[in-house]
């Protein structure tokens, strides 16, 4: 857990935008992802590309993990995209976010190009990661596969947007309960990213919410994926930042029961504790998956700061 950098809170950043991108270096989330993508009308796209270059170049964006979302495989723009970034400003960059990521091949085909471009421009091989978006059915239903397509993934992001419009969801307020629906529509979708994520180790992360001047319901959709255990959520609004941030870390109250569990623990395991295999903390009976489970809780809260 010790490696564990946060992605509580991930800001979308129009490429297109250089009032934006100024500004977005001075908010407090903890990585911002600079759209070539739909936030970019057609016609912007090449001058995105440029502003983005310039402005990672220029620095100022802290300890932010900087990622560049560039366009899907099926259009004209992707290979453009990850050349001009990567091989301009690759040096200042954390990762390239891919959208709709139908299928393993999809992240290889990107492996491929980011090692190439690594190549010929002195950079380290496998420096710039890779963020697979799922936001299609077929993409779901190769998740498990796209998890372990290359070594550069790090998170594995659901893209309600999208994926309401994949699957003719009679819907139009993305991530959030309906009340013609008894439960939560999203769970068995985020549970599946979840679990590839889990499997193969890196983080998952929730999409927007694009109501957002509705803060109280952004939280709302944020609580259900954060209880769940994703790391993280999309915000689209600098409103949404501190919401964010607070809902996928632990409570401080949380924080420090973890804390103590693992001192706890540790101390009824040692050769002066007694080489227990389980010990009571207060009310509470601890034992080594109590340990596993603290160790989550306390990692997310030592990588949030707390
Ligand atoms: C994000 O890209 C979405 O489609 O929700
Ligand atoms: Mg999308």
Known sequence: ??????????????????????????????????????????????????????????????????TVRVNDWTTEWTFQDVLEVVGGAGANLDAIMLPKVQDAAQVKALDMLLTQIEKANGLEVG???????IETAQGLINVNDIAFA????????????????????????VGALHPDYPG???????????????ARGVQAIDGPFLQVRDVPAFEEVAKRSAMLGFDGKWVLHPGQIDAANEIYAPSQEDYDHAELILDAYDWA??????????????????????????????????????
């Open 1 to 66: 857990m010790a490696e564990l950098r946060s992605r509580r809170s991930n800001l979308a950043v129009p490429g297109s935008n250089p009032r934006f991108l100024e500004k977005a270096k001075g908010l407090p989330a903890d990585q911002v992802f600079l759209d070539l993508e739909d936030a970019c009308a057609p016609l912007a796209k090449p001058g995105a590309r440029k502003n983005i270059v310039a402005a990672l170049n220029e620095g100022g964006w802290g300890d932010k993990i900087r």
């Open 127 to 133: 420096k710039i990661g890779i963020e697979a978006q």
């Open 150 to 173: 290359s070594d550069r993934i790090e998170t594995i992001i659901f893209g309600p947007a999208d994926f309401m419009a994949s699957i003719n969801m009679k819907s139009l307020v």
């Open 184 to 198: 939560d529509p999203f769970h068995y979708i985020l549970m599946q990213i979840l679990m590839a994520a889990r």
């Open 269 to 306: 395991t040692s050769e002066a504790g007694g080489k227990k295999g389980s010990a009571m903390l207060g009310d509470e009976m601890i034992d080594e998956a109590s340990r596993k489970m603290a160790l989550v809780i306390a990692g997310k809260g030592r990588a949030a700061g707390l």
